[in-house]
């Protein structure tokens, strides 16, 4: 069931959803070559519980660390370790926070140094098609509107769409109804209400959209090991509109 949220439990939100635009800030100075995930991880766990926030991917369905770091070829979910960032790479940060019960959820890619012109590409635009899918968002509109425009603009530029994996609908839980697909055709899907909060992510691909998982349960890497990037904001439906819950602070 799709829940609507009540105004308390919006201003919690946007508490939550804050500690993780604040989260993302504290750790953009940090990613640099020489690093390792496990170091960014620890940095953000310790960043996340000092500010009264709740690291809630730690322990969940068995995730072991705060972050899912995500580097080159992997698409999501990737898990901190001992890999030392290299000049070139991309890395995905995504994390969610929890604040009193409620929670934020944002996920960006950061360049480490110079990174290829291919990379740029890919991290532009994948930023920009997440964009696209908000401006969808408002009441009247459905889940389609926002999955049909981030896969046009995707499309349009060359990348492919992930299929397997999905946006969703946040509050209580990390993960509630609906799904938000990055693909669709619009006008179909469940229709958008004030005080629904979603997640809108884009997963892109450089080359195909396949994808694996790794045999730890929880890293996906594209098949043609070409790059992926990934963006997503957690987004609150208004009267009028849409109000990013997550806002970049850099």
């Not at 829940?3 to 504290?26: C, D």
């Not at 889940?143 to 969703?168: F, K, M, P, Q, R």
Request: a negative charge.
């Amino acid at each position: 069931m799709i829940s609507i949220k009540s105004e308390k439990e919006i201003e919690l939100m946007r508490h939550a959803g804050m500690l993780v635009s604040k989260m993302h800030k504290f750790i953009k100075p940090y990613i640099k070559a020489g690093i390792t995930t496990k170091e960014l991880d620890k940095l953000c766990e310790k960043f996340i519980i000092d500010n009264e926030g709740v690291p809630t991917c730690k322990g969940y369905e068995g995730f072991p660390t705060a972050l899912c770091t995500s580097v080159n070829d992997e698409v999501v979910h990737g898990i901190p370790s001992n890999y030392k960032l290299k000049n070139g790479d991309i890395i995905t940060i995504d994390v969610v926070i929890g604040y009193k019960g409620y929670q934020g959820d944002a996920a960006w890619t950061y360049a480490v140094g110079d990174i290829s012109d291919e990379k740029k590409y890919l991290m532009e635009h994948t930023e920009k098609a997440l964009y696209e899918g908000i401006k969808m968002v408002k009441p009247g509109n459905r889940i389609g509107d926002i999955s049909h425009a981030v896969e046009e603009y995707a499309h349009e530029h060359n990348l492919s769409v992930v299929e397997e994996l999905c946006g969703h609908g946040i509050g209580l839980e990390m993960h509630e109804a609906p799904d938000v697909p990055n693909f669709g055709r619009p006008g179909v899907g469940p229709r958008l209400k004030e005080g629904m909060v979603i997640c809108i992510e884009p997963m892109l691909n450089y080359g195909l959209k396949n994808i694996y998982q790794l045999d730890d349960g929880w890293t996906i890497k594209t098949l043609d090991g070409q790059p992926s990037a990934h963006y997503e904001h957690t987004v609150l439906v208004t009267k009028d509109g849409y109000e990013i819950l997550t806002p970049r602070l850099d």
